[in-house]
Nanobody, 124 residues
Framework: VQLVESGGGLVQAGGSLRLSCVAS????????MGWYRQVPGKQRELVAG????????NYADSVKGRFTMSRDNTKNTMYLQMNSLKPEDTAVYYC??????????????????WGQGTQVTVSS
């Protein structure tokens, strides 16, 4: 399974970015999905999470009201719409998905997969 992120970049404070993450491979189903971020010297932190059906989301307090996570299960894709960006949102953003792989007798237990990360830089 591969997760490929896109949409990062440089934006001024108050601006917006939309991150995308596409999963590919021998995917039977994708369960929970999430966006994380990490700055140098700090632990990776959860930014937003979404349930398998997309009906339930949760957000870090620091991004509530500004970020919106969604998913399109027909495209094995998750999104993170980031509005009113602040310099403290600067980080490498990673997508994560819990994926059940394989078909029939090759079905495997769910595993956690990560994207390669995309840099988001917010200038003041």
């Amino acid at each position: 399974v591969q997760l490929v992120e896109s949409g990062g970049g440089l934006v001024q404070a108050g601006g917006s970015l939309r991150l995308s993450c596409v999963a590919s491979g021998s995917i039977f189903s994708i369960n929970a999905m999430g966006w994380y971020r990490q700055v140098p010297g700090k632990q990776r932190e959860l930014v937003a999470g979404i349930s398998s059906g997309g009906g339930s989301t949760n957000y870090a307090d620091s991004v509530k009201g500004r970020f919106t996570m969604s998913r399109d299960n027909t495209k094995n894709t998750m999104y993170l719409q980031m509005n009113s960006l602040k310099p403290e949102d600067t980080a490498v953003y990673y997508c994560n998905a819990v994926v059940t792989t394989g078909w029939g007798l090759d079905r495997r237990p769910p595993g956690s997969f990560w994207g390669q990360g995309t840099q988001v830089t917010v200038s003041s």
